[in-house]
């Protein structure tokens, strides 16, 4: 962490935005490198005032978020995040040897936000959709494939699923994912690849939709939120 030795007011964006009046040297968003801590903390206080986001938790195509909340902010509070080499998410990192995943919440606000650690080692996700809420995500370690899908014309007689766009994410990026933008599935590049994803939802979801492409059929399904470990321990 750096010392600065000065008591002037911080101007940066999350100060502005947040009517904070903050020394710069107490500020972390602009000099300092975020802790996890830090991080929730930040992202809490930055939804303080978007309690309407509590309605929107529906499995469905709803309508996003994104006016709602300052998402620009979160998403520059997770490239910070991201971006010195943290180490204080390991003691979430949590590898299941019979999964090709595994989901380890790390934050909950059942109004605001979910922040999860995902850890990867080859084999996708199912192709799913965000519930009307936005994911905003770090790349903490190694490499990440998206493909993301067109959103179907009608949710409830899906044909076949066209897809939009292959993305590779190396670690330090931060990539943003809501039903207006499309469906996806994540995985690593090969088998042999471990990677960790930090994953932020806004508004949490309980529920969501799964796409199985089997031959010409598209089966859909609902997803229920689970996950493997809940604040570092294993969920039984
Ligand atoms: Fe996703």
Partial sequence: MNHITTNEICTCTMCKNNNTTMSIEQCPQAHHK???????????????????????????????CSNEYPRSLIMSLLKQYGSHHPKDWHKYECWNGTETYTRNLIAHHSNRFTLMLVCWKGGPSPIHNHAGSDCLMSVLRGIVRETKYYIPENE????????????EMQEGAVHLINDHIGL??????????QAVTLHCYIPPYLDCFTFDIKDDDIETNIAHTTYDTEYGKTVS
């Fill in 156 to 167: 409830h007689n899906i044909e076949k699923l066209d897809v939009k766009e292959i993305v």
């Fill in 184 to 193: 996806h599935k994540m995985e690593t590049l090969d088998e042999n690849q």
């Fill in 34 to 64: 975020l802790s996890l801590s830090e991080l929730i903390y930040f992202i809490d206080l930055s939804l303080t005032k978007c309690d309407q986001l509590s309605d929107q938790i529906d499995p469905g195509f709803t309508s996003s």
